[in-house]
Structures are given as C-alpha cells and as structure tokens.
C-alpha cells in the first residue's frame, strides 16, 4: 500500500477507509506526508484527518502542555507529550491527546524503535481540550474510550463553557463548572492546572 497520499484539496475533517487497515509503519509515513494534518486511527481501522487547531485552541493546548511538562519535570516519575504525539492503543486506534503524562514504569518495557513511534501503551493521563469544531458527544465519547484502552485520569476540558470533565474508570465523569483550577488525582496527583492560564 502507497503511503504517499497527500492530503492538499480535501474538505477536512475527512474519514479514509483503505481496502487493508494501516500498519503503525504505514500510518507513520502517511503522517509524515501529511504533517500539516492531525491524524488518528479509529478502531475500525478508518483513518480521521483533522485540520489544524485554530490559533485560540493552539494558543491554549500549547500552555497546558507547558504546565504539565514542568510539573512532570519537577515530579520526575514520568514524561509528557503534546498533540502531535500519537499511542498505539489495545482497541487498536491511534490516538493522539491533546496533552498527556506516562510513567518511566508504563514506557521502561517498550523497545527503542516502539517509543521512536506509535508506543503501544496508553499514558496514565490524558487531556483533550475542545475546539470549537468538535461535536461535544463524540469528545465525551473519546473520552470514555481514553479510560477504556487504560488511562486512570482523563480531563475533557471545554474553554466555551468553561466546564472540565475529568473521567476516572468505574465512576460516572466529574463535572466543574468554572473550576479555579482543577487538581489532579491518581498517577498525577500534585498537578494543579491553574484554569486562568488556560481561558486567558
């Protein structure tokens, strides 16, 4: 299978379905020829491509990545990625959060070549945050399948209505309405997004 699809005139968002389900491999050289895209893989093996975020959500996600990544510097027990950074999942999706934590413990078994691509494991915690394209039941949903694939923690961060979900396995999503700042629990316990710094 060609990989070497380029993405220039579509209407985006688009879902591709190829006669055989990507590769991770393959999945990897499609989004090299597409970098200007946000891509991810479904369970059913469509391919989902997204347009950039806008520069509001850009603005944002790029301020939540930043404080997650010192706080993860500072707690030194595991690293962080940001959006372009995609996980090879159990339902076999690929998923790229907006902001996510794994520990040195999740990633120490997976091989070079698997951390240099898709890993196949699900960080601890995950953030999405909503951009204004996004259709609110399909983030909830995402997120549900976020805690499914093994993620502990999952915060679902609306800046419209300024709500935060945060989903934890077994328990029905915790709702803030205009938190402050939201705390976080489990494997990122001592975090605390600071919610000013996110709205602006």
């Known amino acids: 299978m060609g990989m070497n699809l380029a993405l220039l005139q579509a ?24 970098d200007v895209w946000r891509v991810e893989r479904d ?42 950074g995609g996980y090879s999942l159990p339902d076999g999706s690929m998923r790229a959060p907006d902001a996510a934590w794994i520990s040195f413990e999740r990633l120490r078994p997976l091989s070079h070549e698997e951390k240099n691509g898709f890993p196949p494991v699900c960080p601890e915690f995950v953030i999405e945050l909503k951009s204004p394209s996004d259709r609110l039941p399909e983030l909830e949903a995402k997120m549900n399948r976020w805690i499914e694939n093994g993620a502990e923690v999952a915060w679902l961060i609306d800046p419209e209505r300024k709500v935060v979900e945060i989903y934890r396995p077994g328990e029905s999503p915790e709702v803030l309405h205009e938190p ?8 990122v316990a001592g975090f605390e997004l600071v919610m000013a710094r996110v709205w602006g």
Do not use: H, K, Y
């Open 43 to 84: 369970t059913n093996g469509e391919i989902l491509v997204m347009p950039p975020a806008g520069f509001g959500s850009s603005n944002m996600n790029v301020r939540i990545s930043r404080l997650l990544d010192e706080w993860a510097e500072e707690d030194a027990r595991g690293t962080t990625t940001e959006s372009s």
């Open 11 to 34: 209407q985006l968002p688009v879902r591709l379905r190829f006669e055989s389900p990507m590769t991770d491999d393959q999945l990897l050289r499609f989004c090299a020829v597409n």
């Open 180 to 187: 402050s700042s939201v705390q976080g629990s489990g494997p």
